[in-house]
């Protein structure tokens, strides 16, 4: 008798160990992505989309920094962020499972492919907008085909 409650909590502890060493819910950077071309920006975002639909509870964040003279290169990467989504989903996925974020200014143009559990903050500044502001240097001149 002595042997099969010995054997059964030995049993019951493997099955605790089990079930929580699979709980690892933690904030982790998957990908760090600089200038890069099209085909390995598509093949890391797929690597982090298939991570977070296999992280049960997490959201996926895409944090982009970049320069300030450089506005329309982060706005084409988040706007190729949103396709990736796209065709990956064929839908709108759900809204907080993958979250945009504009970074804010740095030297060089980054994205981080972050995961993070929904139930703690991100490491990072979420509340940031971008200046969409555009500098005139020159004139400009505008023509008018509809009078020729």
């Known amino acids: 008798m002595k042997k099969v409650i010995i ?62 003279n450089n506005l329309l290169q982060r706005i084409s990467y988040k706007e190729m962020i949103f396709g990736q989504l796209k065709l990956r989903f064929d839908e709108k996925p759900e809204k907080q499972d993958f979250i945009v974020v504009e970074g804010e200014l740095a030297d060089d143009l980054n994205i981080e492919l972050w995961i993070v559990p929904k139930n703690s903050p991100p490491p990072f500044e979420t509340k940031t907008k971008w200046d969409y502001s555009l500098e005139l240097n020159k004139n400009l001149l505008y023509y008018d085909s509809a009078n020729d």
């Open 7 to 68: 054997a059964f909590i030995f049993i019951i502890f493997v099955c605790f160990q089990i079930c929580f060493a699979q709980d690892d819910s933690k904030v982790a950077l998957v990908d760090k992505i600089g200038l890069t071309n099209c085909c390995d920006f598509g093949a890391r975002l797929d690597n982090w989309f298939i991570t977070v639909t296999n992280t049960p509870d997490s959201a996926g964040y895409a944090v982009i920094r970049g320069p300030k």
